[in-house]
């Protein structure tokens, strides 16, 4: 679907565009969950289950996650992996490619980079291109377009904004949502953060033959990260979404173990 619900996760979170600085540590982690939804009645509920995999060396770090949906009455797998390459002390970049078997809701496969620069004395602002393309199993697609920034506010917080500009076709339909977080904490101790993103999406398949185009979402969610010990906690997301079809409620939990 043309939103970010569908976009990379960053390590740890449930929810795309949280930003968690530095999370796991070591070489990486392993993270196994599951989530809950409720619709608005008349809808189906919605049941997720995910198995997480990051692996960090000097200079590249590699991200694997395989997901199964249950979403519309039908399920599916969701397939994903993506690199992050430190170039030097100012840059670094992000590429990620997924597809999934067959259920009309995800992608056949989606494609997305950004490019990340770090600026001021002590490297504290980080300004983020990216872009993606996403194809339907349908005639449905979707360019995207986001510009955002973070800014580290000594010692342990974290302000993110940024904009995801969509194409979306057929139809050359073009929308964007905004989105705005903040996160506090440290890592091996906890992550809490809560965003907000408002705006219209392009597209959304809720059946093989149905589906929303130009419509406008809320979505605010929450997610604490807790380690436990020094290798090992959970992870908890709560989330409200809404458009003019449904509303959704949900949450998702999993264990991670840093190594």
Known sequence: MAQQEEAPVSP?????????????????????????????????????????????????TIQTEVTREDRYGDRGYYFTGGLTHVFNQDWYADVFAGTSSYCFFLPKYRFDGFIHRKLLP??????????????????????????????????????????????????????????????????????????GEYGREAWELIGPSSVLVDFPIHDVSATWRQWIAPNWGFNLTVERYNNYIFNRIGATAGLFLDF
Not at 25 to 35: C, Y
Not at 38 to 44: C, D, E, R, V
Not at 142 to 158: G, H, I, K, M, T
């Open 122 to 195: 002590q490297k504290q602002l980080i300004l983020v291109m990216g872009g993606g393309y996403e194809k339907a199993k349908d005639v449905h697609s979707a360019f995207r377009l986001n510009p955002e920034a973070n800014y580290y506010v000594r010692p342990s917080w974290v302000l993110q904004s940024g904009v995801i500009f969509t194409r979306g076709d057929p139809g050359a339909v073009t929308v964007h949502t905004q989105y705005f977080a903040i996160t506090q904490g440290q890592n091996k101790s906890h992550f809490i953060s809560v965003r």
């Open 12 to 60: 740890g979170s449930a929810v795309p565009g949280i930003f968690f600085p530095g999370v796991g540590g070591g070489h990486g982690f392993i993270e196994a969950g599951g989530g809950h939804s409720a619709l608005s009645p008349g809808n189906p509920s919605w049941t997720d289950g995910y198995l997480r995999a990051v692996f960090t060396g000097a200079v590249n």
